[in-house]
Nanobody
Framework: VQLQASGGGLVQAGGSLRLSCAASGRTFSNYAMAWFRQAPGKEREFVAV????????VYADSVKGRFTISRDNAKNTVYLQMNSLKPEDTAVYYC????????????????WGQGTQVTVSS
């Protein structure tokens, strides 16, 4: 499956952004979908994940209550709504897909998008 992330940009602290990740090539509903991020000089970290149906979600503690992951299987797209953004949210955000059960472990994801830059100014 091919993944194309979009929606990043520059926003002030306290603002909002919505990231999108469009999938093509395979049956989207077969894949658990996740968002990860990587800040300069840091390792890639888990942000959020949703099951194939979208019925269940898991969030990193650092974003819980501020970010919401959702998916529209009819549109082959997963979203990440980011509210109350903080400067420490600045990173390249990646969407990822895997067959089977959802997981927070990056190494288990089979497919990755190209990343979209999110910059939060203070």
């Amino acid at each position: 499956v091919q993944l194309q992330a979009s929606g990043g940009g520059l926003v002030q602290a306290g603002g909002s952004l919505r990231l999108s990740c469009a999938a093509s090539g395979r049956t989207f509903s077969n894949y658990a979908m996740a968002w990860f991020r990587q800040a300069p000089g840091k390792e890639r970290e888990f942000v959020a994940v949703t099951t194939r149906s979208g019925a269940s979600t898991v969030y990193a503690d650092s974003v819980k209550g501020r970010f919401t992951i959702s998916r529209d299987n009819a549109k082959n797209t997963v979203y990440l709504q980011m509210n109350s953004l903080k400067p420490e949210d600045t990173a390249v955000y990646y969407c990822a897909a895997k067959t089977g059960l959802m997981t927070i472990r990056a190494k288990e994801y089979e497919y990755w998008g190209q990343g979209t830059q999110v910059t939060v100014s203070s």
